[in-house]
């Protein structure tokens, strides 16, 4: 598939919205996206292999491009193009609209939104330096040269405030305080969000009149690699005076339910998930664990209404908290994520909701 193909097709889906096409067509991904990219396991090396690569440049994927020091965890990444389109779409921007990024990665979103606004009105920051330098210069040869910065974006860059848009690239737990303050009143803020058990959904915040909190809906349903400081830490615990018992819930219904485990981490946002599979016999040997550092608990997922299916540990029955969560969910009619909102004070505080700023959930 080539550029165009690809831009055609996101037109179609309506991921792309008309006033994005024109921009979209004039800055493809591959002046943007480094050599080297990882994909199913294996570097693509450009020189070695350059229809491959010029393949997956044009392809709706989201391309790896950095790890961290282990090898495998993915640092940094070209987003697929229609979430970066549906984020745009979402940002609303217009002519004159000042932007601040946070996390300029290849630097490709960077020069959509210079090609649309002017570079002038564009401030990108990057936290690791190289990645910053290699954006610049991309950016640079391409003949679009909005500032872009290495430094830490969650403090924003007051230097260059106000803005009226903030474009987050990486998952946040929390929306920094700096942010709000510095987009400003009736300034709209895009973010994905997430929370240990969940990973997440994309946030669209209005800033209040008084420029003391920020408002909206959850969006789209999104996925994105963290905010280095905001990566989720699980910590350690001890496994001891098991308590076992039979689970209330199927633990598939919250493992292959994106929208209840959204929800659920909305109301327990202190509690780490994850599903232990074996490739062999998913149901026969596989287990749901939940913990927050302290306690523990897991449910098996074969025989799972059996007495010994759920095993926990520790102050809290997790696993009927987890329960308790997802009754909720059910009550509530099912609710997808779109339903949800976040209402977050510049002093910190975040406030879940379902449907109404007013219905706070938790």
């Not at 290495?150 to 903030?166: I, K, M």
Request: charged fraction near 25%.
């Amino acid at each position: 598939m080539d550029w165009d193909k690809l831009v055609d097709a996101l037109r179609e889906s309506g991921a792309l919205s008309a006033d994005w096409e024109k921009t979209f067509r004039s800055t493809p991904r591959d002046l943007f996206t480094p050599n080297r990219i990882l994909h199913a396991g294996g570097w693509i090396d450009r020189a070695e292999q350059p229809d491959r690569w010029a393949e997956l440049v044009a392809t709706d994927l989201a391309l790896v491009t950095q790890v961290y020091d282990d090898g495998e965890t993915p640092s940094s990444s070209s987003s697929m193009p229609t979430v970066v389109a549906q984020m745009l779409r979402h940002l609303d921007v217009t002519d004159g609209v000042r932007v601040l990024e946070l996390g300029t990665g290849t630097g490709w979103t960077a020069g959509l939104l210079s090609r649309r606004l002017g570079a002038d009105n564009v401030t990108s920051i990057e936290l690791d330096p190289e990645l910053a330098r290699l954006a610049r210069a991309r950016l640079d040869a391409t003949g679009l040269r909005p500032e872009v910065i290495a430094g830490d974006g969650t403090l924003g860059h007051p230097e260059g405030a106000p803005f009226q848009r903030a474009h987050l690239t990486a998952a946040v737990q929390r929306v920094p305080s700096a942010v709000i303050e510095q987009v400003g009143p009736g300034g709209v803020i895009v973010a994905p969000y997430g929370t240990p058990f969940c990973n997440g959904g994309l946030l669209r915040l209005t800033v209040a009149e008084d420029g003391r909190s920020a408002s909206g809906p959850f969006v789209e349903d999104v996925s994105f690699m963290w905010v280095r400081d905001q990566r989720p830490e699980s910590g350690e615990f001890d496994i001891e005076d098991v308590r076992y018992s039979a689970s209330g819930i199927d633990p598939v219904e919250v493992a292959e339910q994106s929208h209840a485990a959204f929800a659920i981490g909305l109301r327990l946002p202190d509690l780490f998930r994850q599903e232990v599979l074996a490739g062999y016999d998913r149901y026969g040997t596989g287990r749901f664990e939940v913990w927050d550092g302290v306690s523990y608990a897991h449910c098996r997922f074969a025989d799972w209404d059996g007495k010994h299916a759920v095993s926990q540990s520790g102050p809290r029955s997790l696993w009927g908290e987890v329960t308790a969560a997802h009754a909720w969910w059910v009550r509530q009619g099912r609710p997808d994520l779109t339903r949800f909102g976040m209402t977050v004070t510049a002093a910190g505080e975040h406030r879940p909701w379902l449907d109404s700023p007013a219905r706070l959930i938790g």
